[in-house]
């Protein structure tokens, strides 16, 4: 690998600073492999089979251009990492990971306060402004947390943009030769123009997961590269006594990028230029910008989680080329690399030379690209859900449907409410309905009562969603756990949510207008006062619903969604702004500095402001604390107010 420079910065940080975090959103790892097994590493548990197989070839690879400690030897051995695999092994094969997943994996990666976040994967998408809005959030939340997204440009060898390369905010990486030209595969696009590096991203050694050592080519790699480098600058600078965060990296490493060496439209696929270390090193060590960067760090990430409330597939086939070192094993052979781990529909590998791509209309998820097939999958932990959407139902199969019809005699079943009616008379037949839990009109979560009140939670299901369909209630909450995820005969997946008999939960604007400002008075006077309230709890809900969806995975995402959908605190919370005119302005969750052995606790504020004198009238605070480490979220303490300038 040439890169100028990069000798010279990793001596001066000694192969860089463990407390510097890198976390790798990938495929399975080979975690026993002789590089990787001192290495500084955080698993995360999210896949457990085939570790040492093909299926974590791709993941491993990156690992080690990261933090091999030598044999390959990494970039920045001496930081530190969170591995999280978020392409389930499925039967054998790597399944996708949909845009939603990879934002809960992005807010994961946030939460574990990482300072790089490498993604060798993206979803090839028509226009950038298709991407999921739960992953251009998540991808906003960790630029203003101060870490650098990193992810690669694609390898389709076209003027075309990946999400989430191409997202604004985003490091992208396309490839280069070893001559400095860009690799045939490299995509490029206008996005990359502002925001793209090139980075070394032919044949680069890494681990192979039977052993020994391999060579590939691809955009994954180079991203791994480019991580490595911002590590190894942000290493430099903590040894120094301030700290570079991911935006101030991300400016350094696009001003001294080496320009495009030729003219005329030719420079587009060059990108924004090629990554210099030996230049960004050199300005880092200027006091000039040493200045800078701390300056920057001052209103970057804090050293608590972030305060922002909180979520491919298209099969990217590259033209690249993989070559076994003598290092190999005896006996393994050398695969052809499709390497990077992209989001899109099942694609057939039908040659190493012609990148084949989904489809627009194509079911969006983040998949790796492997010779095998490559379906949609869910990539999250097993863990608990606290989430906020509409209920929804689809049929098992198309058998299924039919013998419900039949039962029905002959009725048809996309008729809601008779098909609701004929479940409560033969409530054996419920499981036959796929109960779906959507954000937004699009399914999230298959949702599977089980155990010994699973009748129970089939009976609750049932009556909120006929609640919904009456228009008597917008929203439910659910609260529950993960499960891996579940498939459907047409490909379709989706993470199954078992929810808990006590965590259901149903949302009725007018009843909470009804508790909070009472029934229209007649007194002219009064009835505008009422009709502020009435607002300002159309404007609370609105918020909650649109403005702070999110996956409902991590601990800061339930302990928003609860602090939102508890009615007693929202009842009291409201009302009290409402007697006063005052409307929500933020909700904001922060982890608790004081919680019980074993807990899991955040303290969540509400800000209200006077819309009628927001610069005369002080705002007013509400805050409460939740513990998080049950299925159900739990209210610690009484609600605090005051009133902030």
């Known amino acids: 690998m040439q890169i100028a420079g990069l000798a010279e910065l990793s001596t ?43 299926l974590a070839e791709h993941g491993t690879h990156v690992t080690s251009l990261l933090f091999g400690q030598g044999d390959p030897r990494g970039l920045a ?46 979803e090839l998408r028509p226009s950038v402004d298709d991407s999921h809005p739960l992953l251009k959030a998540a991808v906003e939340r960790c630029v203003d947390a101060g870490i650098l997204v990193v992810a690669a440009a694609g390898n389709d060898g076209c003027d075309c943009q990946l999400t989430p390369a191409a997202l604004p905010g985003v490091l992208a990486v396309g490839a280069e030769g070893d001559d400095g030209q860009p690799l045939a595969f490299s995509n490029w696009g206008d996005a ?16 192979a997961p039977q052993g020994g050592e391999i060579e590939r080519s691809g955009t994954s790699f180079a991203t791994a590269v480019v991580s490595g480098v911002a590590a190894l600058l942000m290493s430099y600078e903590h040894q120094h006594g301030r700290r570079l965060d991911g935006t101030a990296v991300r400016t350094l490493l696009l001003d001294t990028a080496r320009p495009c060496p030729v003219e005329g439209d030719a420079c587009r696929r060059f990108l924004a230029g090629s990554i210099d270390a030996a230049a960004a090193f050199e300005r880092l060590a200027s006091s000039r910008f040493s200045k800078a960067a701390a300056a920057s760090s001052a209103v970057g990430r804090s050293d608590q989680p972030t305060n922002h409330p909180l979520p ?38 039908a040659g190493p030379t012609m990148p084949t791509v989904a489809p627009p209309s194509a079911p969006a998820a983040i998949a790796p690209a492997a010779a095998e097939e490559v379906v949609p999958a869910g990539c999250g932990d097993h ?10 139902i689809e049929f098992v199969s198309d058998a299924r449907r039919d ?32 109960w779906l839990l959507s954000i937004e009109g ?74 909070v400002a009472g029934k229209p008075p007649k007194d002219k006077e009064a009835a505008a006062e009422h009709e502020k309230a009435v607002a300002g709890v159309h404007n609370f809900l609105e918020r909650v619903y649109y403005e702070f969806r999110n996956l409902g995975v991590t601990s800061h995402d339930r302990a928003l969604n609860f602090s939102a959908t508890n009615a007693f605190q929202a009842f009291h919370v409201l009302q009290d702004a409402a007697q006063a005119g005052l409307e929500l302005d933020t909700i904001e969750a922060e982890q608790s500095p004081i919680g019980r052995p074993g807990s899991d606790t955040w303290d969540v504020k509400m800000v209200f402001f006077d819309p009628r004198h927001r610069m005369e009238t002080a705002r007013r605070v509400f805050r409460f604390t939740i513990d998080v480490s049950d299925v159900i979220p739990v209210t610690i303490g009484p609600v605090r107010s005051w009133s902030i300038y």
Request: proline share 8%; with cysteine; hydrophobic share 40%.
């Open 12 to 54: 001066a940080t000694q192969g860089g600073d463990p407390e510097i975090r890198i976390a790798i959103l990938d495929g399975p790892v080979n975690r026993h492999h002789r590089s990787l097994v001192e290495a500084s590493l955080e698993y995360a548990e999210t896949v457990t089979e085939d570790l040492e197989g093909h």
């Open 77 to 122: 051995p001496a930081c530190s990492g969170l591995v999280l695999p978020i392409y389930p092994v499925d039967g054998g094969q790597l399944r996708a990971c949909s845009q939603a997943d990879l934002a809960a994996a992005l807010d994961r990666a946030r939460e574990h306060r990482v300072d790089v976040i490498n993604i060798s994967g993206g």
């Open 192 to 207: 990359y123009r502002e925001q793209g590096l090139l980075a070394p991203g032919a044949n680069l050694s890494g681990a």
């Open 312 to 349: 491919m597939e298209n099969l990217m086939n590259p033209t690249e080329e993989t070559r076994s070192s003598s290092a190999l094993p005896e006996g393994a052979e050398s695969r052809q690399d499709e390497s990077l781990p992209t989001v899109g529909p099942a694609i057939d590998v």
């Open 383 to 392: 863990g608990l859900a606290y989430v906020v959407g509409q209920l929804d």
């Open 403 to 434: 013998s419900i019809q039949q039962s029905m005699g002959g009725a048809p079943p996309t008729d809601t409410h008779a098909l609701l009616d004929h479940l409560d008379k033969t409530p054996w037949e419920a499981d036959s309905v796929l």
């Open 442 to 515: 699009t399914p999230m979560y298959a949702l599977r009562p089980g155990g010994p009140y699973a009748a129970t939670l089939f009976d609750r299901l049932r009556d909120a969603l006929r609640q919904q369909i009456d228009h008597d209630v917008e929203r439910v909450a659910i609260a529950g756990a993960l499960g891996a995820p579940m498939q459907l005969q047409d490909g379709r997946s989706w993470p199954v949510l078992a929810p808990d008999p006590r965590g259901i939960f149903a949302w009725s604007t007018d009843a909470l207008i009804a508790a």
